[in-house]
């Protein structure tokens, strides 16, 4: 099997070299000036004068690539760079022909494998269009089944977008089907609240009265406690219980002394007095009591602290008779314990007001009756939120897929399978990360934060063929720049795979992805014309 392959092969190539040398030959056979093609040969017969081709003149045909421009169309000097705009042509026998700028004629550059452009300059060009013709014949005997086994697995591809679009119109019927009974329920679970609500505030209206009273019985006493306190203490500091506290009286108490340096200033005093010398025993309370009571407290807890001291560390009967040679040094303790409490206390120069006590709420017991309200109220409060989050789930998929829906997947929705994957591109600082229809991003390797470099936009192929090119804009914005945008270039591959990530300018990518959804080009045939001369 093996050796009969070999001869074929060996016959394939005898063949086509055959076949070159007699288009060769076919083409030298034809009578044509130097830089005109097999089929233009008939527009220049060497025994008639020449007409340039756009009818502006009539020459003789010896003047026919003189190497000076008669024509106003540059025809009649296909074979030099007389005209500006001429054009010349390679024959490239064994390869693909080529049409040149007549600039680039005897330039020194050898453009024609053939070497037909240079014939009158000194550079010496191999003729090397067998060997090319050869490498271009390969390259699309490649290329030819790569597309044959691209446009296989295209075909399976585009099946399985066309299912998958068929299944979500399904599904969205069906979503719509069931938002309708979702929505009537939530009209009947919203009655039925309403309706137990109406209900429930009837019978809780008794309860609410009771609830206000208790709050208004509560804030009186807490007012009257308040008022006993505040009298209690405006009573401790009027030490001449003439019924008003001045600033002298407040000067006395060392509770008042907020910066801490052994005495009460007038201003201090003035201070606990709302600015004012001197108060009686209302406006202490309305005014004066807020700012004094948290100085209070601690005062008094003070006191509490140095009795509870004093009582503990009273001396027993053994050690009383020690004498009184420790007296000084316990009376120098107690000093110091002094000091070091009156350290201890308060000396928050902002604070002004009493804390907040935590208010409880009031706790009132139902009845059977209205407990039961209650407890179905609540529970048709929970089933009509619950069929209000099922309507939103339901809003929620069927805009998803008909958001998928109106995406252009392809002519065939071939690209559909490639939505929801991502395919990953590395280099040595970044990951790269394409997201077909939703995204594209770059990932620095050290773990920092992820960069959005486009979302999802168009196709934005030429004119011949859209799929070719995806935009991703709106992406994040560079510093002091623009907004990251991504150009994806989409190719004909066996596999889904990203090749290549670029950044040409500043924020703007070019990414190079391949997949078999893109080969949908017609299979070049391997055996066709090598130039335009066969």
């Known amino acids: 099997m093996n050796r009969n392959f070999y001869k074929n092969t060996n016959f394939i190539n005898i063949f086509l070299l055959i076949f070159v040398f007699f288009c060769e030959i076919l083409s030298s056979e034809v009578?044509?000036?130097?830089?005109?093609?097999?089929?233009?040969?008939?527009?220049?017969?060497?025994?008639?004068?020449?007409?340039?081709?756009?009818?502006?003149?009539?020459?003789?045909?010896?003047?026919?690539?003189?190497?000076?421009?008669?024509?106003?169309?540059?025809?009649?000097?296909?074979?030099?760079?007389?005209?500006?705009?001429?054009?010349?042509?390679?024959?490239?026998?064994?390869?693909k022909p080529l049409n040149l700028p007549a600039n680039r004629v005897n330039d020194g550059i050898c453009d024609c494998c053939d070497g037909t452009d240079e014939y009158a300059s000194e550079t010496s060009c191999r003729n090397n269009c067998i060997e090319l013709g050869r490498s271009a014949r390969e390259a699309a005997q490649?290329?030819?089944?790569?597309?044959?086994?691209?446009?296989?697995?295209?075909?399976?591809?585009?099946?399985?977008?066309?299912?998958?679009?068929?299944?979500?119109?399904?599904?969205?019927?069906?979503?719509?089907?069931?938002?309708?009974?979702?929505?009537?329920?939530?009209?009947?679970?919203?009655?039925?609240?309403?309706?137990?609500?109406?209900?429930?505030?009837?019978?809780l209206e008794?309860?609410?009265?009771?609830?206000?009273?208790?709050?208004?019985?509560?804030?009186?006493?807490?007012?009257?406690?308040?008022?006993?306190?505040?009298?209690?203490?405006?009573?401790?500091?009027?030490?001449?219980?003439?019924?008003?506290?001045?600033?002298?009286?407040?000067?006395?108490?060392?509770?008042?002394?907020?910066?801490?340096?052994?005495?009460?200033?007038?201003?201090?005093?003035?201070?606990?007095?709302?600015?004012?010398?001197?108060?009686?025993?209302?406006?202490?309370?309305s005014d004066c009591w807020k700012i004094i009571k948290p100085f209070a407290m601690m005062e008094a807890t003070g006191q509490r602290i140095v009795e509870k001291k004093a009582e503990d560390e009273k001396p027993t009967e053994a050690e009383d008779m020690q004498g009184t040679e420790d007296g000084e040094e316990q009376s120098q303790e107690d000093e110091e314990q002094e000091d070091y409490e009156d350290e201890e206390e308060p000396h928050d120069q902002e604070q002004t007001e009493e804390p907040e006590p935590t208010q409880e709420p009031l706790k009132i017991q139902y009845d059977p009756e209205t407990q039961q309200l209650v407890d179905r109220a609540n529970n048709a409060r929970g089933e009509f939120l619950e069929a209000e989050r099922h309507v939103r789930d339901i809003e929620t998929e069927i805009t998803n897929i008909q958001s998928y829906l109106e995406k252009d997947f392809g002519t065939e929705e071939e690209f559909a399978a490639l939505e929801g994957q991502c395919f990953n591109y590395e280099d040595h600082e970044y990951i790269y990360k394409l997201c077909p229809f939703d995204?594209?991003?770059?990932?620095?390797?050290?773990?920092?934060?992820?960069?959005?470099?486009?979302?999802?936009?168009?196709?934005?192929?030429?004119?011949?063929?859209?799929?070719?090119?995806?935009?991703?804009?709106?992406?994040?914005?560079?510093?002091?720049g623009p907004t990251r945008s991504t150009i994806v270039r989409v190719g004909c591959g066996s596999d889904n795979k990203l090749l290549s990530v670029s950044e040409p300018n500043r924020c703007e990518y070019f990414f190079d992805f391949v997949t078999p959804a893109a080969c949908y080009e017609a299979p070049v045939d391997v055996h066709e014309d090598l130039h335009d001369e066969l």
């Open 142 to 203: 490649r290329r030819a089944e790569l597309i044959k086994a691209g446009k296989q697995l295209r075909a399976e591809m585009s099946q399985k977008g066309i299912l998958l679009k068929q299944e979500k119109q399904v599904k969205l019927t069906e979503l719509q089907k069931n938002k309708d009974e979702a929505e009537k329920l939530k009209v009947e679970k919203e009655a039925l609240k309403k309706e137990i609500e109406e209900l429930e505030g009837t019978a």
């Open 206 to 285: 008794y309860y609410k009265k009771l609830e206000d009273e208790a709050k208004q019985k509560k804030a009186e006493e807490e007012a009257a406690a308040n008022r006993a306190e505040a009298t209690e203490a405006f009573n401790r500091y009027d030490s001449n219980q003439d019924g008003w506290l001045d600033i002298s009286e407040m000067k006395t108490r060392t509770t008042f002394d907020k910066d801490r340096n052994g005495e009460v200033s007038d201003e201090e005093a003035k201070f606990f007095l709302n600015l004012q010398e001197s108060v009686q025993l209302d406006a202490f309370i």
């Open 31 to 95: 009578p044509r000036p130097r830089g005109v093609s097999l089929s233009r040969a008939a527009l220049y017969p060497p025994d008639k004068d020449f007409t340039c081709f756009d009818g502006s003149k009539t020459i003789p045909f010896n003047r026919v690539n003189d190497d000076y421009c008669d024509c106003l169309d540059a025809s009649d000097e296909p074979g030099t760079a007389a005209c500006p705009h001429g054009i010349f042509h390679c024959t490239n026998a064994g390869h």
């Open 439 to 480: 995204r594209t991003t770059q990932q620095p390797k050290s773990g920092a934060a992820e960069t959005r470099l486009g979302s999802w936009g168009q196709w934005t192929g030429p004119d011949g063929n859209r799929y070719e090119q995806m935009t991703y804009d709106r992406g994040q914005s560079c510093w002091n």
